[in-house]
């Protein structure tokens, strides 16, 4: 799969069939709609492509309006975003950099200098609910006359139901706010897992008696607490653990989150490397304590609550196995 930053220069331009949108967590609606641009860009012998944004657009104007709550919270990184764009068939991915510049194209110049010019569209799809160009003035009807006068065809999806609720992003972003991590599969048809590369931290974990990886986190993720988890990248098999994910509010106040992982049992050095953290339970919200100790008293017990659940997990596959 080939990532630009921007449009692609002359060189890098083909006909495609695109879809447009932030695409965060590549949900069972998003797949849906990435599965009907694969099948259209193979039936017309071109590429599949997806225009996505960074930062996201409702992020960009909660940041320049100096009230970053009406951001909405990350569901993926922009690595495991693109990972789940290119296991969707998708051929070249626009990452947009959503500036002031990007949100002042008027409707119709987005569809001349991006669609026309820039990416040389044939056949796109959008949802039902598509807006676009300055003030989101632009709706799917005006785009789809567009098409006509430039020579691409527009389809719609309509909404993905998961039994009578709507699939999307704030759902599953509702599911992981509250550690509903069943819920967030069946949303998007996979476990939720985090990855990215393991770096050097301030080593308190190691001072405590419970070190562990450490994940950067750019944005401000979906959820927070500590959690049961296994971690893939590190052996043959994923490994069980129990993380942190959140702004550490005992030991640091820059506001600044990360994903610290206690990998049980497990001493070898792994900086560099990618892993991926897959979440399998809620143990509780994260807490500031009064001291290093009461602090440490607190990771042992999540460590044991974490080893029981995956003592309860195997006990279960056992007793299914004899049936």
Not at 57 to 67: L, M, N, Q, V, W
Not at 184 to 207: D, F, M, N, P, Q
Request: net charge positive.
């Amino acid at each position: 799969m080939k990532v630009f930053r921007g449009l692609p220069n002359d060189r890098a331009r083909a006909p495609c069939a695109l879809t447009i949108g932030n695409f965060d967590g590549v949900h069972r609606g998003h797949q849906a709609l990435l599965a009907r641009v694969r099948e259209n860009a193979s039936r017309l012998g071109i590429e599949a492509a997806v225009m996505t944004f960074e930062p996201h657009p409702r992020e960009f104007f909660a940041r320049r309006s100096g009230d970053m709550s009406k951001a909405p919270k990350r569901i993926a990184n922009l690595r495991d975003k693109l990972q789940s764009l290119e296991s969707a068939g998708i051929d070249r991915v626009i990452v947009e950099h959503f500036n002031t510049q990007f949100a002042a194209i008027a409707p119709d110049d987005f569809t001349s200098r991006v669609l026309v010019d820039g990416l040389h569209v044939k056949w796109l799809m959008v949802g039902d609910d598509f807006c676009y160009g300055a003030r989101r003035a632009g709706t799917v009807a005006m785009l789809k006359e567009a098409g006509a006068r430039h020579g691409f065809q527009v389809e719609t999806l309509p909404t993905v139901l998961l039994g009578a609720q709507r699939v999307s992003s704030s759902a599953v972003r509702a599911a992981l706010a509250g550690g509903d991590f069943a819920q967030t599969r069946e949303l998007l048809g996979h476990s939720y897992k985090i990855s990215g590369h393991v770096i050097h931290g301030a080593k308190l974990g190691r001072t405590l008696g419970f070190p562990t990886l450490n994940l950067r986190v750019a944005h401000r993720p979906a959820l927070a607490g500590i959690f049961v988890v296994q971690v893939h990248g590190l052996a043959d098999q994923p490994l069980p653990a129990v993380a942190s994910l959140g702004v550490r509010p005992t030991v640091d106040d820059s506001g600044r989150v990360l994903l610290e992982v206690h990998v049980f049992d497990f001493n070898a050095s792994c900086y560099g490397k990618v892993v991926q953290v897959e979440f399998l339970a809620k143990l509780r919200d994260e807490e500031k304590y009064t001291d290093l100790a009461t602090l440490t008293e607190a990771i042992a017990r999540d460590g044991e609550q974490a080893r029981a659940w995956f003592r309860r997990r195997a006990g279960a596959l056992t007793a299914t196995d004899r049936i």
